[in-house]
């Protein structure tokens, strides 16, 4: 695996790739790397013939100054996973090479609706920071395939739009949308995990569970009631719940009455000992 820093060297490398007539798959990451992350290195290496993987705490999308300062860190054992899973590339970019003129303000990115509800209201400014990152990541590495987890359910939906909103420069990146993995608890795999203690660890497969019990009990009509119970469940077991929430999987529109056809994904947030976990499950597909 060859390691860049640079974007230069990095940009001078995917440019000998290409022209060897290489296709390129493109995996961003914020490192303290999981079985998760190695899932989307997996299927970058079926889609494209060269795959890079970036490693970049991005500061622009933390809305909480906190939360950016314990975000794992775990380099050394990253680029030991990466090596061992196949990438053939690192971007391990710093700070000022991503952003030279200081931290971007000036470009608003239209998310439209995608921006009000779930992160979007609970994390002002988050996916602002994401597209913001992410653009800059793609015009650097110009992939021709995008890995991106579907844990992040709302994040895949708005990078989707980014694409679109990048024109010409989004519209040749393939998107593909990879499953959870999960622990065997059924935690869903995620770099924030390393943050808690293992009581907690066992006590957050309740997330998981809870999004299972949705599936179970969903019924056409008031989801309300189905809503506060969960979210009354996750409170007595000790989490604060951010949001349980049922929405219609391709526009994430809340869905207060269900007719029982329309796509429904659950989506829930919540902290566990100051720890922000987020988890989804496709529990209704369409019909008609
Ligand atoms: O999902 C993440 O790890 C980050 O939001 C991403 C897409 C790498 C952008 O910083």
Redesign the pocket.
């Known amino acids: 695996m060859i390691l860049f820093k640079k974007i230069t060297d990095l940009r001078n490398w995917l440019e000998s790739q290409r022209k060897n007539g290489k296709s390129i798959g493109f995996v961003?990451?914020?490192g303290a790397l999981h079985q998760g992350h190695l899932s989307l290195i997996e299927t970058s290496k079926q889609k494209a013939e060269v795959t890079v993987c970036?490693i970049?705490?991005?500061p622009t999308?933390f809305n909480d100054p906190a939360d950016f300062s314990k975000y794992p860190v775990t380099i050394e054992k990253d680029i030991e996973l990466l090596a061992a899973a196949g990438s053939t590339a690192l971007f391990l970019p710093d700070v000022p090479e991503i952003y030279p003129n200081g931290r971007p303000e000036s470009k608003k990115y239209e998310l439209g609706y995608l921006e009000t509800v779930l992160d979007g209201s609970s994390r002002p400014g988050h996916f602002q920071?994401?597209c913001t990152?992410?653009e800059r990541?793609l015009e650097i590495v110009a992939p021709d395939h995008l890995m991106?987890?579907q844990k992040?359910y709302q994040?895949c939906l708005v990078?989707t739009r980014l694409l679109a909103l990048m024109g010409n420069a989004g519209n040749g990146i393939q998107i593909h949308i990879c499953p959870t993995l999960r622990e065997e608890n059924g935690l869903a795999m995620s770099?924030r995990n390393m943050r808690l203690n293992e009581a907690d660890r066992e006590k957050a497969a309740l997330i998981h569970q809870s999004l299972l019990q949705i599936r179970e009990e969903l019924q056409p009509g008031e989801l309300a009631p189905l809503k506060h119970k969960i979210s009354g469940l996750l409170s007595s077991d000790g989490f604060q719940p951010d949001y349980v929430e049922l929405a219609n999987a391709k526009t994430l529109a809340l869905v207060e009455v269900w007719d029982g056809k329309e796509e429904l994904v659950a989506l829930i947030a919540a902290f566990l000992s100051g720890v922000r976990l987020i988890d989804n499950m496709l529990v209704h597909k369409a019909t008609e």
């Open positions: 961003p990451t914020m970036s970049f705490v991005n999308q920071g994401v990152v992410v990541l991106l987890g992040d994040q990078i770099s």
